[in-house]
């Protein structure tokens, strides 16, 4: 089955700088790779996702870049605030025969110092 | 907000007593799952479903059963808890189109003492 590792487990930047999360897979099948954001005692939330089809996309501070043939992808976010402090979880999906299960990270605690 | 409420929010419990955890969705998807998040795992799927009464397991599946019986309830039983469930229990659901997308309950937190 996939295997997805995430690194590092644990980012600390001041703020107003940049931070990178980055994730391997290891399942050539797969094609979507979702990146999630969990705050204390809530549920992940889904804050930008990636295709196979595609090797970059951006919503606002936010980005994800995909690299198939090393099968690695990253998160950025830039010109951090305190309120991204949070934990990130990447993930993988696509070869399931049709079940859509998701393999995640074992997750990055991003911590923003004011 | 995916439309998806979990009950009970917190639970303790005893080892050897039956739990059940309850995902409810107000919005007729077909695909449902439940997870477990435990420090240094991330999140590990244990069973879904891919619509009434079809359901299959997860890389974690063993000590849980599930049941669906109808489009908005997806339940979760550890028949006999022990110790090693406790967690954090995610229901999430996958909505229609063809895409993979997820979006997560607010969670249950399971003590077994």
């Known amino acids: 089955g996939e295997n997805v590792e995430q690194h590092p487990s644990t980012l600390s930047v001041q703020e107003g700088d940049s931070a990178v999360i980055k994730c391997t897979y290891s399942?050539?099948?797969?094609?979507?790779f979702p990146w999630y954001k969990q705050e204390l005692g809530k549920g992940p939330q889904l804050i930008i996702d990636?295709?196979?089809?595609?090797g970059e996309k951006k919503d606002q501070r936010i980005a994800v870049t995909l690299n198939k043939t090393a099968k690695h992808f990253s998160l950025h976010i830039t010109e951090t605030q305190p309120e991204d402090s949070a934990v990130y979880f990447c993930?993988?999906?696509?070869?399931?025969?049709?079940?859509?299960?998701?393999?995640f990270g074992k997750g990055t605690k991003l911590s923003v110092i004011p | 907000d995916a439309g998806i409420t979990q009950s009970p929010r917190h639970k303790v419990t005893e080892t050897g007593t039956p739990v059940t955890l309850r995902c409810h969705q107000t919005?007729?998807?077909?695909?449902m799952y439940w997870y477990r998040q435990d420090p240094g795992h991330g999140l590990r799927l244990i069973h879904y479903s891919y619509g009434v009464k079809d359901t299959d397991k997860g890389e974690v599946s063993d000590g849980y059963s599930v049941s669906r019986s109808k489009t908005e309830d997806f339940l979760l039983t550890l028949e006999s808890a022990t110790s090693s469930q406790t967690s954090v229990y995610f229901c999430?659901?996958?909505?229609?189109?063809?895409?993979?997308?997820?979006?997560f309950g607010p969670g249950t937190r399971l003590t077994v003492l």
């Open positions: 993930a993988a999906s696509g070869s399931g025969a049709g079940s859509y299960q998701l393999t």
């Open positions: 919005e007729n998807h077909r695909y």
């Open positions: 990636i295709r196979s089809n595609v």
């Open positions: 999430a659901i996958k909505r229609g189109g063809g895409t993979d997308t997820q979006y």
């Open positions: 399942d050539s099948a797969s094609n979507y």
